[in-house]
Nanobody
Framework: VQLQASGGGLVRAGGSLRLSCAASSPILSNYHMGWFRQAPGKEREFVAALTWREANKYYADSVKGRFAISRDNAKNTVFLQMNSLKTEDAAVYYC????????????????????WGQGTLVTVSS
């Protein structure tokens, strides 16, 4: 499977963007999908993750209540709705997929993810 992230762009602080991550082949029920981001000069950080089977969700504290991860099974796509954007949300956003046995907890560390998309740039102006 290949992942294609899109939807990044320039937005004012307080605005919204929706990122998409489309898989090139069907996402299997044992997959976890994650969003990560990396700002210039900073390490990659976890944003949100979702189990494909049950759509269980997990968020970084920094985005909880502002961002929402969701999926469209028919389109093999995972979304990241970002609201109330702050300048500190500016980064390149990456989606990633992980194969995991059932009932495996969602992971915030990128080392657990098997495949990564190419990234989409989000710029937030003040």
């Amino acid at each position: 499977v290949q992942l294609q992230a899109s939807g990044g762009g320039l937005v004012r602080a307080g605005g919204s963007l929706r990122l998409s991550c489309a898989a090139s082949s069907p996402i299997l029920s044992n997959y976890h999908m994650g969003w990560f981001r990396q700002a210039p000069g900073k390490e990659r950080e976890f944003v949100a993750a979702l189990t494909w089977r049950e759509a269980n969700k997990y968020y970084a504290d920094s985005v909880k209540g502002r961002f929402a991860i969701s999926r469209d099974n028919a389109k093999n796509t995972v979304f990241l709705q970002m609201n109330s954007l702050k300048t500190e949300d500016a980064a390149v956003y990456y989606c990633a997929v992980r194969q995991a046995p059932r009932r495996t907890p969602l992971a915030a560390s990128g080392v657990y993810y098997d495949l990564w998309g190419q990234g989409t740039l989000v710029t937030v102006s003040s």
